[in-house]
Nanobody, 117 residues
Framework: QVQLTESGGGLVQPGGSLRLSCAAS????????MGWYRQVPGKRRELVAHIGEPANTHYADSVKGRFTISRDSEKGTVDLQMNGLKPEDTAVYLCHAVTIATMMDYWGQGTQVTVSS
């Protein structure tokens, strides 16, 4: 089992920056990939960025060049540095982890990011 806890959300003005952090606990060594999704009420949950081994990254087109994902596999943490934030980035951001051996997905509770002047 894996538990995920996010931190770092908040209110920021357009063009500003935020850093989201997620810490895993439990069977950290079983995690194969971690990442971030976001969800807006009434819309589908969408992938923001994901990072596997060895540090293979994938970004949504809408955040390329603005967001950077990083991971510490030994500590079970994944961070998302978000620069150049836009109002359309406003959403609940959820941490995600996957264990291929057991084909399990794990989700955090989510952290609100609001971009507004």
């Amino acid at each position: 089992q894996v538990q995920l806890t996010e931190s770092g959300g908040g209110l920021v003005q357009p063009g500003g920056s935020l850093r989201l952090s997620c810490a895993a606990s439990g069977s950290i060594s079983s995690i194969d990939a971690m990442g971030w999704y976001r969800q807006v009420p009434g819309k589908r949950r969408e992938l923001v960025a994901h990072i596997g081994e060895p540090a293979n990254t994938h970004y949504a087109d809408s955040v390329k060049g603005r967001f950077t994902i990083s991971r510490d596999s030994e500590k079970g943490t994944v961070d998302l540095q978000m620069n150049g934030l836009k109002p359309e980035d406003t959403a609940v951001y959820l941490c995600h982890a996957v264990t291929i051996a057991t084909m399990m997905d794990y989700w955090g509770q989510g952290t609100q990011v609001t971009v507004s002047s």
